[in-house]
């Protein structure tokens, strides 16, 4: 970690000499920035994060002791060290009072001020190990914390309230959506964990990792729309799956669930590590509901006037957003009614039709691929190839030399 170090003496040769040597003494430890008064430092600070103040006692408008204390009601923790010319006993006491780490006399000699630098990293050093020690405690701790949460291990409600809202959480306040990532090996576990903090880091979202093989990610809000979170809860599902698919050959299982209490948590896991065993295929998203699964038969009259407009226009250009448009419903609602109704995504459904569609279009010889393509809503035909091979396993132009064969073996 860079620190940031502020030097403030209005005798410019001091000042550059000050900041000469802390910036050479320690390098990759040090930023260092100047100010001629003041005035002008406290200017600076409103804009940047300083860590250490080193500032002289003499100075015009304001003195470095008035500076320490206006600088104290700014940010509190941060350090201060005192060069004066004189060695007064009053000023070193005031010095120390005001969280200086130390006092300098002038003409300060270059010794002195590499040894202060080197006492200042090696506190910013201990204070590392000390904040790290104790973020990994508590690190610990909130993992134990929400290892009871989902097995339900409280004998009060009072218990698991206390429990939840220690964790950010807080009952019958906020929508929670659990995804549940089920690793191949344990092996993989850490990685993801590690992965999947990063990747939510920018959200208010917590990962933990539980038993030995599962990764659990909480996304959580407080006043936005259910249907709004839960399909952004979607989007960030399959955005990590995506990206994970990208950077591992580790497979996994996904399940999410919504919850609109804490008291949920065991009832949510018990759903959906029962909807993960009963998947076939890895990498495969499951949406459930605390209470129900949201795979259901398709009900909703929008849903339904849009797989008439697909299976009558899937030769177009056919976006979700336009398509949502027109059965008049939020284009990140429709994204998550129609996964929930139909059990695949927006994309899924149109590019499994388009790909039906081809397969029934190669199997005719006259018909060249890239007419195949047009056909099937594809502008560009790299594209068509690319999605075909991905969807069939074949290329068009493969697929195609495997159904004749096959015909010419099986004329019948």
Sequence with gaps: MMHRILVVDDEPVVRKGIAFIIEHCAPEWVEVAQAESATKALRLMENSEFHLIVTDIHMPEMNGLQFLTEVRLLSPDIRGIIISGYNDFDYTRRALQLNCLDYLVKPVKKEEL???????????????????????????????????????????????????????????????????????????????????????????????????????????????????????????????????????????????????????FPSCRRKAKQTREGQTEWLTLQLLEAGHDARSEVATPAIRKALRMIEERFDQELSATGVANAVHLNPDYFSWLFHKEVGKTYTEHVTEIRMERAKQ????????????????????????????????????????????????????
Excluded at 181 to 198: C, F, H, I, K, N
């Design 114 to 264: 590499e040894e202060m630098v080197r006492k200042v990293v090696r506190l910013w050093e201990e204070e590392n190990r000390a904040r790290k020690k104790l973020d990994e405690t508590e690190q610990l701790a909130d993992q134990y914390r929400f290892r009871r949460l989902l097995n339900g291990e409280f004998d009060t409600v009072a218990e698991m309230y206390d429990c939840a809202s220690a964790l950010g959480l807080y009952p019958k306040a906020q929508m929670i959506a659990m995804l549940t990532l089920e690793v191949e090996t344990r092996s993989y576990q850490l990685p993801l964990y590690l992965y999947a903090g990063e990747l939510f880091r920018e959200i208010d979202a917590s990962v933990y990792r539980v038993d030995n093989d599962e990764v659990i990610v909480l996304m959580r809000h407080d006043n936005e729309d259910e249907a709004d979170f839960w399909a952004g809860s979607v989007r960030q599902a399959e955005r990590l799956l995506a990206r994970w698919r990208l950077t591992s050959q580790a497979k996994f299982r996904a399940s999410l669930c919504l919850l609109r209490d804490v008291s949920e």
């Design 361 to 412: 279009l190669l199997a005719e010889r006259s018909i060249p691929a890239y007419e195949v393509a047009e056909k099937t809503g594809y502008q560009s035909v790299r594209n068509f190839n690319r999605v075909f091979k991905a969807w069939v396993g074949l290329s068009p132009i493969e697929f195609r030399k495997k159904y004749q064969a096959n015909v010419q073996q099986d004329p019948g």
